[in-house]
């Protein structure tokens, strides 16, 4: 059994940062690929950040340059930094892992864990 609980959410204002963590228990963090998707008012559940196969970190276009994926083994954490927020990353964010290669890390039916969820709110 493996278990992905997110924390870190909340509220800030726009150009503000957050930094999410996933805290995976159950089996070894490090055999596993993890990532985050977000789902957004009035949008489909989509890929944020990954960190795959051979430490590959695919990001989405909309947060190149402003969100950043890690993996801290050693205390089977991974993490999303947020920089510079905007409205539009509003959302529930959603902690993922693959139990093998990710062929593609954007269809949410290849994912095999899910996290619960965390809110983040960005507005004044």
């Known amino acids: 059994q493996v278990q992905l609980a997110e924390s870190g959410g909340g509220s800030v204002q726009p150009g503000g940062s957050l930094t999410l963590s996933c805290v995976v228990s159950?089996?070894?963090?490090?055999?596993?690929?993890v990532g985050w998707f977000r789902q957004v008012s009035g949008e489909e559940r989509e890929i944020v950040a990954g960190?795959?196969?051979?430490?590959?970190?695919p990001y989405a276009d909309s947060v190149k340059g402003r969100f950043t994926i890690a993996r801290q083994d050693g205390s089977n954490v991974a993490t999303l930094n947020m920089n510079d927020l905007k409205a539009e990353d509003s959302g529930g964010y959603f902690c993922?892992?693959?139990?093998?290669?990710?062929?593609?890390?954007?269809?949410?039916?290849?994912?095999?864990?899910w996290g619960q969820g965390t809110q983040v709110t960005v507005d004044w």
């Open positions: 993922v892992g693959w139990r093998s290669y990710v062929v593609n890390w954007r269809d949410r039916n290849e994912v095999d864990y």
């Open positions: 159950g089996r070894r963090f490090s055999s596993y690929a």
């Open positions: 960190v795959i196969q051979t430490g590959l970190t």
